[in-house]
Every structure is written in C-alpha cells, then in structure tokens.
C-alpha cells in the first residue's frame, strides 16, 4: 500500500514538474512580449514627442505667415490704390487732352 501511495506521490511529483517548467516558459515568453511591448510603448512616445514639437513648431510658423501675409495684403492694398488713382489721373489727364484737341 505504501508502494501505491509512493507511485501516487511520484507521479504527482512529476505532474507539478512538467507544470511547473511549462508555466517557466510561458513566463519567459511572456517577458519577452512585455520587453517588446516596452519598445514599442517607447517608439511610440518617441513619435508622440516629435509630433507634439511639429505642431508647436506649425503653430508658431503659422502665426508668423499669417503676420507676414498680413503685411503683405496690407503692401498689395496700398499699391492697388495707387494704381487706381494714377489710372484716374492718366483718364483725367486723356480727357482734358482730348478736350483741348477738340477746342
């Protein structure tokens, strides 16, 4: 009887062995997913870094072409007008030419 429970023992002991080594792997696949996912985790806060800086920088480029289209609307304004009135002083001038012509 003792021989039977020694058997039963034993291969109790071998059962949590084999378990014991299957859950061993296991465990170290698992470290490996989780260092891989830690690099990932880490490019991907890398990327989020950089995007973050490029729109920061997109931000403050854009204030200052906005600034410089500004001025330069501003610029292209003051030369329509004064195309517009030396267009108006060139008809004037036309006119009162033709009409001296015609007098």
């Known amino acids: 009887m003792s021989s039977l429970a020694n058997v039963i023992l034993f291969l109790a002991l071998v059962t949590t062995s084999v378990m014991v080594a299957v859950m061993y792997v296991k465990l170290k696949k698992l470290d490996r997913y989780h260092a891989e996912y830690q690099q990932i985790f880490d490019r991907t806060g890398e990327a989020l870094k950089g995007a973050q800086t490029a729109v920061m920088s997109f931000g403050s480029e854009g204030k200052e072409t906005l600034s410089l ?14 195309l517009e009135a030396l267009t108006r002083e060139a008809h004037q001038h036309t006119q009162s030419h033709s009409n001296s012509l015609k007098s």
Do not use: N
């Open 69 to 82: 289209l500004g001025s330069r609307i501003e610029e292209a304004k003051a030369v329509a007008r004064q």
